[in-house]
């Protein structure tokens, strides 16, 4: 009669324990889009591995991360809708949590475990539910929205501007969302002759070049040559 018989680091899954712990370690500093291709595998087995290690990571030992910590406070889209939420200590380049979804109260369960004597900053997205949580439970902590979400935004808005403003008849998007450095001269040209055409309505144009002061200013190489550019 057949049998089976249980190896350590195998079962009835398509991959291995082994692989599934990495996946959950690799997601700390990576989306769930990127790993998924980088990884070669399936968004369902990387969604199977979250759910098997909610548990695991239900509990942070503040004992073990130190102190003048900045921790990091993400979302990572999976399948395009559903939203996991990571903990992360930045200064030590450690996971710290990882929920199977972005809900401000599965947050706060984390927070309100934390030393606050050890927090110094956190470094977050511009979710206003996150930031409340943040604000009641480590209160003296530095909060810092990250640089990707901060051109996110500013991207969104000049595409708001631009659907409003230009509509579906000319595809300018590419050249919008170019960084001014990398453009040829032939999408110079472009642009100009996009503003141009539409200087009567000059929130186009204003909302062009708040995205591109606000990548300048990620670009500076200290304080001083920040508050220049202010």
Same mark, same amino acid.
């Given at each position: 009669?057949?049998?089976?018989?249980?190896?350590?680091?195998?079962?009835?899954?398509?991959?291995?324990?082994?692989?599934?712990?990495?996946?959950?370690?690799?997601?700390?500093?990576?989306?769930?889009?990127?790993?998924?291709?980088?990884?070669?595998?399936?968004?369902?087995?990387?969604?199977?591995?979250?759910?098997?290690?909610?548990?695991?990571?239900?509990?942070?030992?503040?004992?073990?991360?130190?102190?003048?910590?900045?921790?990091?406070?993400?979302?990572?889209?999976?399948?395009?809708?559903?939203?996991?939420?990571?903990?992360?200590?930045?200064?030590?380049?450690?996971?710290?949590?990882?929920?199977?979804?972005?809900?401000?109260?599965? /947050?706060?369960?984390?927070? +309100?475990?934390?030393? #606050?004597? *050890? !927090?110094?900053?956190?470094?977050?997205? %511009?979710? @206003?539910?996150? /930031?409340?949580?943040?604000? +009641?439970?480590?209160? #003296?902590? *530095? !909060?810092?929205?990250?640089?990707?979400? %901060?051109? @996110?935004?500013?991207?969104?808005?000049?595409? +708001?501007?631009?659907?409003?403003?230009?509509?579906?008849?000319?595809?300018?998007?590419?050249?919008?969302?170019?960084?001014?450095?990398?453009?040829?001269?032939?999408?110079?040209?472009?642009?100009?002759?996009?503003?141009?055409?539409?200087?009567?309505?000059?929130?186009?144009?204003?909302?062009?070049?708040?995205?591109?002061?606000?990548?300048?200013?990620?670009?500076?190489?200290?304080?001083?040559?920040?508050?220049?550019?202010?």
């Amino acid at each position: 009669k057949p049998f089976s018989e249980y190896i350590p680091g195998f079962d009835r899954k398509r991959s291995t324990n082994n692989f599934r712990r990495v996946l959950i370690k690799d997601l700390s500093r990576n989306s769930f889009s990127h790993l998924i291709q980088t990884a070669e595998t399936s968004s369902s087995v990387l969604y199977d591995a979250l759910h098997e290690q909610q548990k695991f990571c239900q509990d942070i030992n503040w004992e073990e991360q130190g102190r003048n910590l900045t921790i990091g406070i993400d979302e990572h889209s999976f399948r395009g809708h559903t939203m996991a939420l990571t903990l992360t200590n930045i200064t030590e380049k450690k996971l710290l949590a990882l929920g199977v979804s972005d809900n401000v109260k599965l /947050l706060r369960q984390y927070l +309100e475990k934390a030393d #606050k004597s *050890k !927090v110094s900053e956190v470094c977050m997205d %511009m979710k @206003a539910g996150f /930031l409340y949580a943040v604000r +009641e439970c480590l209160p #003296k902590a *530095k !909060v810092t929205v990250d640089k990707f979400h %901060m051109i @996110a935004a500013a991207n969104k808005c000049l595409d +708001e501007v631009r659907s409003v403003v230009v509509g579906k008849g000319l595809h300018i998007r590419k050249v919008l969302f170019k960084g001014k450095e990398r453009l040829n001269e032939k999408e110079k040209i472009k642009l100009h002759g996009i503003f141009y055409r539409f200087k009567h309505f000059p929130s186009l144009y204003e909302a062009y070049m708040i995205k591109e002061k606000l990548r300048s200013f990620y670009k500076s190489k200290n304080i001083t040559d920040a508050q220049k550019k202010r």
